[in-house]
C-alpha cells in the first residue's frame, strides 16, 4: 500500500486526488439517485394509465347561443385530424341509438331510471379487465363507469342527504336489470360494473356491444361523432393548441394543464436518468 502511494505521489498531485476524490463522491451521487429514481418511478411504469405514456385528450366543438347548430365533426374534418403531426391516433365516441333503462333492486326497494351507453376503441381504455368483451348471444353487459360518477355520489350527495356511502368493491357487486327497447323490438339483459376509469367521462361499453345493439334495436340514424378522442406524444405541443384554436375545437376537462406537466415530469425524468 506504502508503494502505491509512492508511485501516485510521483505522478500525482495531491490537489488532482482530492479532485478525484470529489468527482467520484458526485459521481456516485448521480448514481444513486438514478437508482432510487429509477425504483421510485417503476410501479407508475406499470398501471395502464402511467404518467410516461401518451397523453390523451377528449375534443368537442363549441355550442354557441341556445345549442343550435352542427356540434358533430365530419368525416373531412376527422380526416384532416388524423393526419396532424401531433396525432397519433384518433377514436370517435359511439352512441347507442336506443332506449336503454337501467334498474336495479336492494333489500327489495326497486330503482329505475334511464341510461346512456358509449363505446371507444379499446386502446383509448385506461383500465383493463378480463370481463371486458361481448359476443352476440351473451346475457351479460360489462360497463365502465367514471370514477367522478362515485366520487359525486360519495362526497355531494350522500354526505349531504345522510345517505351510506358505497365503495367501488360494492358497486362492481351489483347487477344491473338492462331493458333495451327499439324498432318495436325489447330485450332484457344483465349489466355490472367491471372498472372505474379516470380519463373517460361516460358509461362505456364494449364496442362489440354497441354494434350489435344498434344494428337490432336503433331506431334514430346513425350520425357523425360529436365527440373523440386523440392520442398525441406531447399534449403540450404548441402546435396542436394552434390547430385546435384555428378550428374552436374544445378539450374536455383539464386534459391540456395535466398534458403540459406530464410532458415537463418526462422531461426531468429523462434528464436525470440519462445523467
Not at 456516485?28 to 404518467?51: C, E, M, W
Not at 360497463?143 to 350522500?158: D, E, M, T
Amino acid at each position: 500500500m506504502k508503494l502505491i502511494w509512492q508511485l501516485l505521489r510521483q505522478h500525482v498531485s495531491v490537489l488532482q486526488l482530492a479532485g478525484f476524490l470529489v468527482t467520484n463522491l458526485v459521481g456516485v451521487a448521480i448514481v444513486l439517485t438514478a437508482v432510487q429514481l429509477y425504483r421510485d418511478v417503476t410501479p407508475a411504469l406499470q398501471v395502464p394509465d402511467s404518467f410516461l405514456d401518451n397523453d390523451f385528450i377528449i375534443l368537442t366543438k363549441e355550442v354557441e347561443g341556445a345549442g343550435i347548430g352542427k356540434t358533430s365533426f365530419t368525416q373531412t374534418e376527422l380526416a384532416e385530424l388524423a393526419e396532424q403531426p401531433f396525432t397519433e391516433a384518433l377514436g370517435e365516441f359511439t352512441p347507442a341509438r336506443y332506449s336503454v333503462m337501467g334498474g336495479i333492486s336492494l333489500a327489495g326497494i326497486g330503482m329505475r331510471t334511464y341510461l346512456f351507453f358509449e363505446s371507444v376503441p379499446d386502446r383509448f381504455l385506461d383500465v383493463r379487465s378480463d370481463e371486458w368483451g361481448f359476443e352476440e348471444g351473451s346475457e351479460f353487459v360489462p360497463i365502465i363507469l367514471p370514477r367522478n360518477y362515485l366520487n359525486l355520489y360519495n362526497f355531494g350527495f350522500a354526505s349531504t342527504r345522510g345517505l351510506p356511502q358505497v365503495s367501488e368493491d360494492l358497486v362492481r357487486g351489483i347487477t344491473l336489470d338492462l331493458d333495451l327497447s327499439g324498432r318495436g323490438q325489447f330485450r332484457n339483459l344483465k349489466g355490472r360494473v367491471v372498472a372505474f376509469s379516470n380519463r373517460l367521462n361516460t358509461i362505456l361499453v364494449p364496442e362489440e356491444f354497441i354494434r350489435w345493439s344498434n344494428r337490432r334495436f336503433a331506431d334514430k340514424p346513425a350520425v357523425d361523432p360529436s365527440r373523440i378522442i386523440l392520442e398525441v406524444r406531447n399534449a403540450a405541443d404548441d402546435r396542436l393548441h394552434e390547430y385546435l384554436a384555428l378550428h374552436r375545437y374544445q378539450i374536455e376537462g383539464g386534459a391540456g394543464d395535466e398534458g403540459r406537466a406530464s410532458y415537463f415530469l418526462r422531461m426531468a425524468t429523462g434528464v436525470v436518468v440519462g445523467v
